[in-house]
């Protein structure tokens, strides 16, 4: 079983960046899918990006494209979500997912299908 662990977050003005790690203790980490998922003040949770358990296949959500890269580091159990040109609307409590699946290079985009969840880091974007 994995305890996904989100850090990195904080206070950034708008256009500027930050780094969100998720890090797990699972050994075998590497054999898990990964997504990122955000929850705004009074909205619901909303997937973010996804990674493949090798890194090569990833997927975002439009709003992101071209300014979040999600990455990872199996070595280091890290899997990353730098963003940059960050917006006020980005605010928000980011949640790291896993899922065991192998060496299967599934890109997973629903809450539902994911396992573990972290405990989230804070995201604001001040205007």
């Known amino acids: 079983q994995v305890q996904p662990v989100e850090s990195g977050g904080g206070l950034v003005q708008a256009g500027g960046s930050l780094r969100l790690s998720c890090a797990a203790s699972?050994?075998?980490?590497?054999?898990?899918?990964v997504g990122w998922f955000r929850q705004a003040p009074g909205k619901e949770r909303d997937f973010v990006a996804a990674?493949?358990?090798?890194?090569?296949?990833?997927h975002y959500t439009d709003s992101v494209k071209g300014r979040f890269t999600i990455s990872r580091d199996n070595a280091k159990k890290t899997v990353y979500l730098q963003m940059i040109s960050l917006k006020p609307e980005d605010t928000a409590v980011y949640y790291c997912?896993?899922?065991?699946?192998?060496?299967?290079?599934?890109?997973?985009?629903?809450?539902?299908?994911?396992?573990?969840w972290g405990q989230g880091t804070q995201v604001t974007v001040s205007s």
């Open positions: 699972e050994y075998t980490f590497g054999d898990y899918a």
């Open positions: 990674i493949s358990w090798n890194g090569l296949n990833t």
């Open positions: 997912a896993a899922k065991w699946v192998l060496h299967s290079t599934v890109v997973l985009t629903s809450e539902s299908d994911y396992d573990y």
